[in-house]
């Protein structure tokens, strides 16, 4: 089964870094197994919307903002629609890059001690560099499947030694409850998992790695199973940190200090490697991003190796170490970025929505009615999250 996972893997890797991670974290400290439900919720709604994506990647051999160039006639709408892609994806990925090799830096004092913490940001960044400069997509997908079965392994085994209540587990599931002041955290679990850079990630990789539609089954299972392996690394998270007692825990380390009196050094280690994998995971993966998004918007038709290529990620990774090893907290740079990719989303939502339906795009493999009435709802559920990401930044939530 491994053998026949591909880009999947890399979205599932995507959307679990630190900000998922701490996310479910406090979830889980906050409000016990309740919010479980919510969580399975943004797996289903990732699943369906990566699905499309997926599908539309293979039909089309396109990216998904070439395929936004080619639909939209209109000038002026196309070139906003563009201008707003490259605005939440380039700069936001850039200004979150440094969090994602904050949370492996976190992964690796937790292993190795802060003796040495503060080379770690530039290690990470090499290795980063590395992987990409010298990988294929082909070498990449390996290491990715490597580093998410470790993650899942660490957090799920972390779940396991806490020896939930399966019964109140269930329940939180499959029952949905809002507990008071639980709302934020329902739309923070949900705005961290349904991700708009993974779409045009997904769309890019796919036709990287199929070129036949007979491929499709294979992408949807793909899609499926990598889903559904990132859905139970949030989940595992979540229930780890249920069983701890202390509402002083920001992070995952912070939940390995704190279940470390009951179970050992081994949540420790279990939870440093999860949080190093989940790191290092969503800081190669923002940048690939990035230059694959730019690579559309541009028109460039640049591969993998390209220099037109590699220059974009370059710049998103070099940014993200330099802000991350000299403390610098380029806010405003953050406020927009959070601001773009709340108008992103539902404008994406839609946009997929509408020409996964289009027969001159899709042909016999568009939508169904079903997926058409799931997806109607993820649009509602991804305008109230724009809404609520934009209200935030602007101070009025």
């Known amino acids: 089964m491994f053998k026949k996972l591909g880009p999947g893997v890399l979205v599932a890797a995507a959307f679990i870094g630190p900000g998922t991670v701490t996310a479910c974290t406090l979830a889980g400290v906050d409000f016990g197994f309740s919010l479980l439900w919510a969580m399975?919720?943004?797996i289903i709604a990732t699943y369906i919307l990566q699905e499309m994506s997926a599908r539309l990647g293979i039909v089309t051999q396109k990216g998904l903002a070439d395929v936004i160039k080619q639909e939209l006639h209109n000038p002026w709408i196309r070139n906003s629609v563009i201008a707003l892609i490259f605005s939440a994806i380039i700069i936001g990925n850039a200004s979150y890059e440094a969090g994602n090799i904050?949370?492996?830096t976190l992964g690796m004092e937790a292993l190795f001690g802060l003796e040495y913490s503060s080379m770690y940001p530039f290690i990470l960044g090499g290795l980063a560099f590395l992987l990409l400069y010298l990988g294929s997509y082909k070498a990449l997908e390996k290491v990715f499947i490597v580093l998410v079965l470790i993650m899942s392994l660490s957090f799920v085994m972390t779940a396991i030694l806490t020896k939930p209540d399966m019964w109140a587990l269930i329940k939180g599931l499959f029952i949905p409850t809002i507990p008071e002041d639980g709302i934020l955290t329902i739309i923070a679990l949900v705005g961290t998992t349904v991700v708009p850079y993974n779409l045009f990630l997904h769309a890019a990789l796919v036709s990287e790695k199929w070129k036949s539609k007979d491929d499709l089954k294979l992408a949807k299972r793909d899609t499926l199973v990598s889903i559904i392996l990132g859905g139970l690394v949030s989940i595992s998270i979540i229930i780890s940190?249920?069983?701890?007692?202390?509402?002083?825990?920001?992070?995952?380390?912070?939940?390995?200090?704190?279940?470390?009196?009951?179970?050992?050094?081994?949540?420790?280690y279990f939870l440093g490697i999860g949080m190093f994998a989940a790191g290092i995971t969503s800081a190669i993966t923002a940048p690939l991003a990035a230059a694959y998004v730019a690579n559309s918007c541009f028109g460039w038709n640049a591969g993998f190796k390209d220099s037109k290529f590699r220059m974009i990620w370059m710049i998103i990774l070099a940014l993200g170490v330099f802000f991350l090893s000299f403390g610098i907290k380029p806010i405003e740079i953050i406020k927009f970025a959070q601001i773009t990719n709340g108008l992103l989303l539902p404008i994406i939502a839609v946009f997929l929505l509408w020409v996964v339906n289009r027969t001159g795009v899709m042909g016999k493999y568009k939508n169904n009615l079903m997926?058409?009435?799931?997806?109607?709802?993820?649009?509602?559920?991804?305008v109230l999250l724009g809404a609520k990401s934009i209200l935030t930044v602007l101070g009025v939530l």
């Open 371 to 382: 997926q058409n009435i799931f997806g109607a709802l993820i649009i509602i559920l991804s």
């Open 40 to 42: 399975l919720l943004s």
């Open 241 to 268: 940190a249920a069983a701890i007692n202390s509402s002083e825990v920001n992070n995952v380390i912070d939940m390995a200090k704190a279940l470390e009196p009951l179970y050992g050094s081994a949540a420790l």
């Open 102 to 104: 904050g949370g492996a």
